[in-house]
C-alpha cells in the first residue's frame, strides 16, 4: 500500500523556523522525483519545491528561495522541508508529492500538514 504521510506542521511565529517530514512507503523512493506543494485557503495550490530522485538537483518558488530548503534521505525514503524566516503568507496545507514519468507514469499525493504562521 503506498503511503506519503506528512508530519511537522504546526504554529509558529512569524520568523520562526520548521521543519516538514514526508516518510514513503509501498513504492520505490529512490527512484522518484519528489515535491513539496502548499494550499492557502482560497488560493491556487502551488508548488513550493522539487527535488530530484538522486537528491543532487533542486528547484524552487520564487517565494521560498533562499528561506526553504528541500532534502531526501533514500535510506529513509523521506523527503524534508526546512522552512525558515517564516511569513504569514507562508501558511498553507503543505502535501508532499511523488511522481515517475518514465513509464508507466505514476504519481502519489501526501494528505497533508498544516502550517500557520502567526503572532
Known amino acids: 500500500q503506498v503511503q506519503l504521510v506528512e508530519s511537522g506542521g504546526g504554529l509558529v511565529q512569524p520568523g520562526g523556523s520548521l521543519r516538514l517530514s514526508c516518510a514513503a512507503s509501498g513504492f520505490t523512493f529512490s527512484g522518484y522525483l519528489m515535491r513539496w506543494y502548499r494550499q492557502a485557503p482560497g488560493k491556487e495550490r502551488e508548488l513550493v519545491a522539487s527535488i530530484a530522485s538522486s537528491g543532487v538537483s533542486t528547484n524552487y518558488a520564487d517565494s521560498v528561495k533562499g528561506r526553504f530548503t528541500i532534502s531526501r534521505d533514500n535510506a529513509k525514503n523521506t523527503v524534508y522541508l526546512q522552512m525558515n524566516s517564516l511569513k504569514p503568507e507562508d501558511t498553507a496545507v503543505y502535501c508532499c508529492?511523488?511522481?515517475?514519468?518514465?513509464?508507466?507514469?505514476?504519481?502519489?499525493w501526501g494528505k497533508g500538514t498544516l502550517v500557520t504562521v502567526s503572532s
Open positions: 508529492n511523488a511522481v515517475k514519468y518514465i513509464s508507466p507514469r505514476m504519481e502519489y
